[in-house]
């Protein structure tokens, strides 16, 4: 059934890009649980920490005394309830009195379409999350109702209301303004509230005139056009590749042409009927989003360099008249740092009737929500930020927890001021037009490691398969914030070729990698690669104080310690295949997981299931069933300090596992998956001492922690502890203050 479920979403998926896909994988399966038991749009599985029931394999729990501590977090305007800040904004449409519409295709805590209203979240619409289900990039609305595009899959079972297997509609569907869908006679889908506009491609605009919705198909180089109440088709005209539609006062349209094979992009001028009029706007390069704007005037967002809105005079041939943002918006300046007027990565633009600019942005490759109202003037009115997605967070040790990074953004912190408003956004760190190889922008990594090498800083980031690891180099003086390409370490594929595709170039055909910037360009040239071949099956990464990098395979000759070659002279930390070092697993590991080492201690900790604690299926993700701490490793000291037993599954069921673990001063710190708890064990004794859970100020609850590196601890200067905990469901990081 799991595998089923597995091959529906991925039909239903064939618009998104790669990334998206592997990280909806992960997730359908225990989607599909939830809506089983539930009946509930959500597809993150909800913890209330009251009255929940220890696991049976931490006998220690019961004895674990109860402590003081304060929850708060990072990256979500929202930090508690339904209302929070959606992962991304695929499109968005603003009305005359500035109600603000929403579509996306996907959010993990089901908003894939939201309704926003002065600086707040009002609301999302109904039923658009889970069996086969999903958003899409467009939006509208008339007086009386919403109409957006979203897409059914396929189901096996042959569910009423819902395709065959191997079928996917492209729909249009139909809410009332309070997000309920509308059904109309003829309608399909189980409420009968779908459009059904093609079997082969999705929606890719929506405007509606009058009694017309007109609804753009990009890949059948058609617009339709149905009656807004009786959702009956009037008619169609040719437009090649059309995409969002913007109505002018006199009632024609302006449609976004994107670009197609030699097809320049455009903005091109139509009829209600469907006649092509003579004006046209072809001097803007990458258009994602229009608008109109005071009558007479169209925005249109340039998402190349300039990162700007254009504006144009459209009463005759239309004509720029004026720009809003600052040109090469976040690049310009110091690149990176974050402004009212900088934007990124824009996907949508609005306006309302008394001259007020709302604009999104999305950074680059879905970075997360960053919704701003502007006034006629420029002013800032509002800010919502919804910028976490399958992420983590970690500091700059130099910093003492005060700057923090993610995987795309930086952070300032300020703890003396409330939950939740502690921190600031200070900068966007991906660069794609000076650096269009970046990892982040073809892979999907998460959970930061943040290094001080030589006293300069380093980002390092894995993925949810722990598949890779990729190095960041910073550079203030050319890039400002910007993180720069610097390293790439890659597995052994089991299939020959390490990444598919044809990205980066000039990559090792057979068996792993290691890939250095040798030219300081950011880009993947030739001879900057460095090749072996391994175990394919990996169980983690690591980082440690010295800049060295560790390494776990899934055998019984499975660590890899790749030391520190220096920094060359573009900056670029040094590692060779050459130099590399290998050591066997302790003996009683039988699978072998996570790895810490610490140097200025000569003490590694290590996980994994262990003889006397097997694991009961694959279970690739977790910790495994110990954790075990050794002193005096670099002297050939093999003999485990302690080991203790964490959270394991040993049902079958995986309701109960250990995700994540990371040690700081004193403790080590383990979070589970499902119930998102963090254990606390004593680092000279391996005991448990603490259990705790998400606070009040988040509500008391979390998703399920699915990432490698889902917790990260660092002790401050004074001696508290700040625990950062992954919190993708509604899009945030936990963060825990602890005064132990």
């Avoid at 618009?15 to 038991?37: A, D, F, T």
């Avoid at 090792?508 to 990698?513: I, K, L, M, R, S």
Wanted: proline share 5%; charged share 20%.
């Amino acid at each position: 059934m799991k595998n089923r479920f597995i091959s529906q979403i991925k039909k239903s998926r064939q618009k998104l890009n790669q990334v998206i896909n592997n990280l909806v994988e992960s997730r359908y399966w225990r989607q599909n649980i939830w809506l089983k038991i539930l009946l509930s749009l959500t597809c993150g599985l909800v913890v209330i920490f009251a009255g929940m029931k220890m696991d049976k394999a931490s006998t220690q729990t019961a004895t674990a005394p109860a402590f003081t501590y304060k929850t708060s977090w990072l990256g979500n305007t929202i930090g508690k309830g339904d209302l929070r800040v959606q992962n991304n904004i695929e499109a968005m449409y603003v009305t005359a009195n500035g109600d603000i519409y929403t579509n996306s295709y996907w959010d993990e805590a089901g908003g894939e379409a939201g309704i926003y209203k002065d600086g707040k979240v009002i609301g999302f619409l109904e039923d658009l999350h889970g069996w086969n289900r999903l958003g899409g990039k467009a939006v509208t609305a008339n007086s009386k109702y919403i109409y957006i595009a979203m897409s059914q899959g396929g189901m096996s079972s042959q569910k009423e209301g819902y395709p065959p297997d191997g079928k996917t509609w492209y729909c249009v569907r139909r809410y009332n303004l309070a997000g309920k869908p509308v059904p109309f006679p003829g309608g399909n889908g189980w409420d009968k509230s779908m459009l059904i506009t093609s079997e082969k491609s999705e929606v890719t605009g929506l405007a509606t005139v009058g009694n017309k919705l007109f609804v753009s198909n990009a890949n059948a180089n058609i617009v339709r056009i149905y009656n807004t109440e009786t959702m009956q088709e009037m008619g169609s005209f040719a437009v090649t590749n059309p995409g969002e539609i913007a109505i002018d006062a006199q009632g024609d349209l302006w449609i976004l042409q994107n670009k197609k094979g030699s097809t320049a992009a455009k903005i091109v001028h139509y009829s209600q009927t469907g006649k092509k009029l003579p004006q046209q706007i072809v001097d803007v390069i990458n258009p994602t989003a229009i608008a109109i704007y005071k009558q007479d005037r169209l925005l249109v967002a340039e998402n190349n360099i300039r990162q700007q809105v254009l504006i144009y005079n459209i009463q005759n041939q239309p004509v720029q008249v004026g720009t809003f943002g600052t040109k090469n918006g976040i690049y310009s300046g110091v690149p990176g740092e974050v402004q009212n007027l900088k934007l990124y990565g824009i996907t949508g633009v609005g306006a309302d009737s008394a001259g007020n600019f709302y604009i999104n942005n999305n950074g680059f490759n879905k970075s997360g929500t960053d919704l701003r109202k502007f006034s006629s003037s420029g002013k800032l009115q509002w800010q919502l930020l919804g910028l976490i997605f399958v992420d983590n967070a970690d500091t700059d040790p130099k910093s003492d927890g005060v700057n923090l990074f993610t995987k795309q953004e930086q952070y300032l912190m300020d703890y003396s001021k409330p939950a939740g408003k502690q921190w600031t956004y200070k900068a966007y760190t991906l660069n794609p037009f000076k650096y269009p190889q970046d990892p982040r922008l073809h892979t999907s990594p998460d959970a930061p490691i943040f290094r001080r090498i030589q006293g300069k800083p380093f980002l390092f980031l894995t993925d949810m398969y722990g598949s890779f690891l990729q190095i960041y180099r910073f550079q203030p003086t050319t890039d400002g914030k910007i993180a720069i390409p610097a390293g790439l370490f890659v597995g052994t594929n089991v299939e020959g070729k390490s990444i598919k595709g044809n990205w980066p170039p000039h990559q090792p055909a057979q068996g792993e990698w290691i890939w250095r910037d040798s030219n300081g360009n950011g880009a993947f040239d030739q001879n900057e690669y460095d090749s072996s071949q391994d175990y394919p099956y990996m169980g983690g990464w690591w980082v440690d104080s010295k800049g060295d990098i560790w390494k776990t395979l899934r055998t019984q000759d499975g660590i890899r310690h790749y030391p520190l070659q220096g920094l060359d002279s573009k900056g670029n930390p040094v590692y060779t295949y050459r130099s590399m070092q290998k050591d066997k697993t302790p003996s009683f590991f039988r699978d072998l997981r996570r790895i810490e080492y610490f140097p200025e201690t000569d003490t590694m900790y290590l996980s994994g299931f262990t003889t006397e604690h097997p694991a009961s299926g694959d279970e690739a993700k977790v910790v495994g069933s110990e954790i075990a701490r050794f002193d005096n490793w670099s002297k050939g000291n093999r003999t485990p300090r302690w080991r203790t037993v964490v959270p394991y599954d040993t049902t079958g069921k995986q309701e109960v596992s250990t995700a994540s673990m990371s040690v700081a001063g004193d403790y080590v710190f383990a979070v589970t998956v499902k119930t998102a708890e963090v254990y606390v064990y004593n680092a000279a004794t391996g005991k448990l001492v603490h259990k705790f859970g998400p606070g009040p100020e988040v509500g008391g609850e979390s998703g399920w922690v699915d990432i490698p590196y889902g917790i990260r601890a660092f002790r401050r200067a004074n001696g508290e502890y700040l625990v950062f905990v992954e919190e993708n469901w509604k899009g945030k990081v936990i963060i825990y203050r602890l005064p132990i």
